[in-house]
């Protein structure tokens, strides 16, 4: 059982309040502190896919406290360990507003929180010096296993997948409404696409690329199912990041990979082969579309939305757009593959 601490520190005089707040939510055990005379800190126990819950109650209610700063605290173990509760069946029972509805749906589907999913995609929707280093050295690893035929050497480039983090970032911005966070991801992943390619384009004109190697003929080749593989694999990668697991991601990297098509495509265009390239264009679009569309649609049916209500209106039309676009895009990318395949 994931678990997880809930550390709120407010005003003094707060702590029957918030005990009050969290009476009927599931907390396993609440304990307070005074770390000084003009705050009050207070920790609570509860489970993982528990504490978006608390989390929204407590910020709605305390968030205006000039002292208010709440933290979310992965927990390794604790003793003595938490039992599962059996839960009570009352089919009589109503949920008393819509808000109590989801909330109880949401019990039910083993993610970890809004907040802790936002921070987690913080750091891979930045254009650091970092990430540019990353992007050059996939795509160095990538041309040196297409040129030299390795699988073992694509799939290390495959691993290293640097433009999946902005993808997911781009997702989860969607689905939440945040616009600076969707900005941000999109001029980072634009980055790291055009990037990768120059450097490609250089090792293409450089270096002889011949076709019929079988590591780039496989790129030069796209089906039906091809759509079908990335947009499982997309969905898996989403479900995967909302439950915390980041060592399936490897499994969903080398599914879905963006690096290899996209240096074939580079090395292509840098050596004059450009109806080639066209078709390992059509694959690496195919890829990012089915990647994003399945990422929001994972979201979305995971119950993942901005903590206000008029936060929730602006998401509601960030994702149908999202949606329209992105399943245009695919339309058109079947229409081109059915044409050109």
């Known amino acids: 059982m994931a678990l997880r601490i809930v550390e709120i520190i407010v005003d003094p005089g707060s702590e029957n309040s918030i005990k009050d707040a969290v009476k009927d939510l599931e907390v396993h055990d609440l304990w307070c502190s005074r770390p000084s005379d003009d705050k009050l800190t207070v920790r609570m126990l509860v489970k993982a896919e528990q504490a978006e819950e608390v989390v929204d109650v407590l910020s709605q209610r305390f968030g205006v406290f000039e002292n208010f700063r709440l933290v979310i605290i992965p927990v390794e173990a604790t003793l003595p360990r938490i039992e599962e509760k059996p839960k009570e069946e009352k089919p009589n029972e109503q949920p008393e507003s819509p808000s109590a509805e989801n909330n109880g749906k949401r019990r039910w589907i083993q993610r970890i929180s809004r907040d802790e999913l936002h921070n987690e995609v913080q750091d891979s929707a930045g254009l650091t010096a970092i ?17 030299k035929d390795n699988v073992a050497v694509v799939i290390g480039a495959m691993v290293i997948a640097p433009l999946l983090g902005p993808n997911i970032a781009m997702s989860l911005a969607t689905v939440l409404g945040d616009s600076k966070l969707l900005r941000r991801s999109a001029f980072t992943m634009a980055a790291g696409v055009l990037l990768a390619l120059a450097l490609s384009l250089v090792i293409g004109m450089l270096f002889e690329v011949d076709p019929t190697i079988r590591e780039i003929y496989l790129r030069t080749e796209i089906g039906l199912t091809d759509i079908v593989l990335a947009l499982a694999s997309g969905a898996a990668g989403a479900l995967f990041f909302t439950i915390g697991t980041s060592t399936a991601l490897v499994g969903v990297m080398v599914a879905v990979a963006l690096m290899p098509p996209l240096v074939t495509l580079g090395m292509l265009v840098g050596s004059g082969q450009f109806d080639l390239a066209f078709e390992t264009l059509l694959l690496f679009m195919t890829n990012f579309i089915c990647v994003n569309l399945a990422a929001v649609g994972v979201f979305v049916s995971q119950g993942i939305k901005p903590t206000h209500w008029w936060e929730s209106v602006l998401a509601r039309k960030s994702v149908s757009y999202s949606l329209l676009l992105w399943m245009a895009l695919l339309v058109v990318m079947v229409v081109l593959i059915l044409l050109y395949a």
């Open 131 to 147: 990430y540019l280093i990353t992007i050059a050295l996939s795509v160095l690893v990538a041309a040196i296993g297409l040129l």
